[in-house]
């Protein structure tokens, strides 16, 4: 495995069951309802992340550990390997938003 393929097992991923309004927190949504959309795409979420300028790569052959019926996932990685955001406007989870 070279480099490259490394760090891209170590990016984040997305299932889309997991901003999908269609489903509850017990089936596996992790956010809350106001932000999430109905029935999200693999294909969908990585346009998103095009359009945002943050890079990504659509696995169409896993499958969500909720629901084995819900295929495909997006990796995607917020940070570069120095530290810096890929897109300045987004921050994580972790850090504090300002309006």
């Given amino acids: 495995m070279d ?3 490394q760090s891209f097992k170590k990016w984040n991923i997305i299932y889309p069951i997991y901003i ?3 489903k509850s927190i017990a089936e596996g949504r ?5 932000k999430a ?3 999200p795409t693999c294909i969908e979420i990585g346009d998103c992340c095009n359009h945002l300028k943050i890079p ?10 909720r629901d084995f019926m819900q295929i495909g996932r997006v990796r ?7 530290g810096s955001p890929y897109n300045p406007a987004i921050g994580s989870s ?3 938003r300002h309006p």
Avoid: M, T, V, Y
């Avoid at 992790?30 to 106001?34: D, H, K, L, R």
């Fill in 94 to 96: 972790s850090e504090p």
């Fill in 56 to 65: 990504c790569a659509i696995e169409h052959d896993k499958a969500c550990p």
């Fill in 76 to 82: 995607f990685e917020l940070i570069r390997e120095h």
């Fill in 3 to 5: 480099g490259e393929q």
């Fill in 30 to 34: 992790q956010n809350s309802a106001s």
């Fill in 37 to 39: 959309c109905e029935n």
């Fill in 20 to 22: 999908n309004l269609k």
